[in-house]
């Protein structure tokens, strides 16, 4: 079934450039831990996931982390490098076993230039992560640290949760220092604004893993409205 503002004609062609990737690939396993890319490296082959979830993480001059998106099966990694040639931007780390399909660059790029759907899929792709990059922007300028934590965990719980009973459990195995890297925040402060999460009975938390109890609590936060919000980078009062 087409997603919201996607074609059957754009599901086709995506669907085809995938058979074709897997085609001419050879498929891998990695452990749960392992890295598949690495930041810096120099290497042309793409990635395509069939089982499993990764996180997509990259580092700045100064050392800081920053999580820029989990991706899962039918995703595909390091196209970038593997169009220009590169050093890769991020490293992709397995959360979970992960078996995927390594594509040799110089296969993934005649695929491209024989096949103008499969470009055009792939241009749709990007054009998607573009997006999804620019609204990662616009959250770390707009909202203070509890309201991209809200936002953070209601996207992931829409993305990746399972309701169980009266809750929804995010099914990534998240430590808080990778939310951290995640909301852009430090550990300390994501770590204070779950706790206050956790009194106002929104979330329950455990080693990695995050239940939301109220998501209609989380949603008011994340809107920062007064009637729920304590502010994680201020003095604790309500806002």
Known sequence: ????????????ALQF????????????????????????ELSDHVVVIEAGRVKVSSSASSGKQVLLAIRGPGDL??????????????????????????????????????????????LRMVVSRLREADLQRL?????????????LLLDYAGRYGQTDDDRVVITLPLSQTELAHAAGASREAVAKALRRLREL?????????????????????????????????????PR
């Not at 450039?17 to 930041?39: F, I, N, V, Y």
């Not at 959250?139 to 936002?151: K, N, P, Q």
């Not at 455990?206 to 980078?233: C, K, N």
């Open 139 to 151: 959250d770390y300028g707009a909202y203070t640290v509890s309201e991209r934590l809200a936002r």
């Open 77 to 122: 990694l390091g196209e970038f490098s593997a169009i220009d040639g590169r050093a890769r931007s991020a490293t992709v780390t397995a959360l979970s076993p992960v078996t995927a399909t390594v594509v040799p660059g110089k296969a993934f790029r005649a695929l491209l230039i024989n096949d103008g759907k499969s470009t055009f899929s792939l």
């Open 201 to 237: 009975g929104a979330v329950r938390t455990a080693r990695r893993r995050v239940e939301l109890l109220r998501p209609d609590l989380l949603a008011e936060l994340a809107e920062g409205l007064p009637s729920v919000h304590l502010d994680a980078d201020g003095d604790g009062l």
């Open 17 to 40: 450039s995938r058979k074709a990737m897997l085609d001419a690939g050879t498929r891998r396993q990695w452990p749960a831990g392992s890295l598949l890319l690495r930041e810096g």
């Open 1 to 12: 079934m087409a997603h919201k503002g996607e074609t059957l004609e754009y599901n086709e």
